[in-house]
């Protein structure tokens, strides 16, 4: 019988899962693209992403296991066998990188908090109190699952760790404007084409922070695309209003389609080459 203190988060994950999976698909998917972006406007993290080589070797393949990597625990929490898997994959690859508990935990919370901040700002509608305070449960437990120590207790805790661990650290550096330039070509390829060459301040605008545009190497955005921008997206959240609501899930486990693996993928594809065993 499951014992009573797991069962706050198996109602979370659940929670969870259908706002990622449902009801703001496209909306958080956005939002975990930005919040890949957001660790290289860290110098000391940027620096680690550098020296494994692989954002600039294999920027797509990169971008697509981690985001594979964290839809397949939403999709089968982290006691499935699946979700199992995947925390033994994170917990191999993150053996032995450099870096504090803070750091590992600033990459956490900005899984939790930018894509919530994106659909509270530019999704179909907000995000609802009980969503957040679901969302905060299943990062705290992935945190406690990867040994991650003083993980936060509230939402409203963790944006504020966020915003204070960037005011302290977030800065211009080479290595960050390196990994923007190997891998802006992601970005570019979800605009609409005419909009592919505006794609440094499109992200800026998105990111409506001077300081991590100015760390990131990103143009200011000026008011006219600003405006541009936001009327695009609001544009963007009507037609999203009036589609009928999702009746499956939006990830298909070891169905994920991409020029990476476009016939599918295994867990043991997913990650560096040279993780740790």
Same mark, same amino acid.
């Given at each position: =019988?499951?014992?009573?203190?797991r ?6 994950? $659940? ?7 449902? *009801? ?24 680690v ?15 697509? %296991?981690?985001?594979?990597? =964290? ?12 979700? @199992?898997?995947?925390? *033994?994959?994170? !917990? ?8 504090? !508990? ?21 999704? @179909? ?7 957040? !305070? $679901? +969302? ?10 990867m ?8 939402? *409203? ?6 915003? *204070? ?5 977030s ?5 960050? +404007?390196?990994?923007m $330039?190997?891998? =802006? ?13 505006? +794609? ?8 409506? %922070? #001077? ?9 200011i #955005?000026?008011?006219?695309? @600003? ?14 209003r009036? @589609? ?23 867990? %043991?594809?997913?990650? #560096? ?5």
């Amino acid at each position: =019988m499951e014992s009573t203190d797991r069962l706050p988060y198996i109602g979370a994950a $659940a929670a969870y899962r259908g706002t990622v999976m449902f *009801d703001l698909a496209e909306e958080f998917e956005i939002g975990f693209f930005l919040s890949y972006y957001r660790n290289f406007s860290i110098p000391h993290i940027a620096q680690v992403l550098a020296d494994t080589g692989e954002v600039h070797a294999q920027p797509s393949k990169r971008s697509m %296991d981690t985001a594979i990597i =964290m839809y397949e625990l939403i999709e089968d929490g982290f006691d499935g066998a699946r979700g @199992r898997a995947i925390i *033994d994959l994170l !917990n191999r690859v993150h053996k032995g990188v450099k870096g504090t !508990n803070e750091d590992f935990l600033y990459v956490l919370t900005t899984l939790l908090v930018v894509p919530i901040r994106f659909c509270d700002v530019h999704g @179909r509608r907000g995000t609802t109190s009980d969503e957040r !305070n $679901a +969302a905060t449960v299943f990062y705290a437990e992935l945190a406690k699952r990867m040994r991650i120590s003083h993980a936060f207790t509230s939402y *409203d805790d963790a944006a504020e760790f966020l915003d *204070d661990y960037e005011r302290r650290f977030s800065a211009p550096s080479s290595e960050g +404007a390196e990994l923007m $330039a190997s891998t =802006m070509s992601l970005f570019r390829e979800r605009l609409p084409r005419p909009a592919a060459r505006l +794609a440094a301040p499109v992200l800026s605008v998105l990111f409506n %922070d #001077p300081q991590l545009s100015r760390s990131l190497g990103l143009p200011i #955005p000026n008011r006219v695309m @600003r405006a541009s921008v936001h009327l695009g997206l609001r544009l963007r959240a009507a037609q999203l209003r009036r @589609r009928r609501p999702r009746t499956r899930s939006r990830f298909n486990p070891g169905q994920a389609g991409s020029g990476v693996y476009p016939g599918g993928y295994g867990l %043991d594809e997913l990650g #560096p080459r040279n993780r740790v065993s």
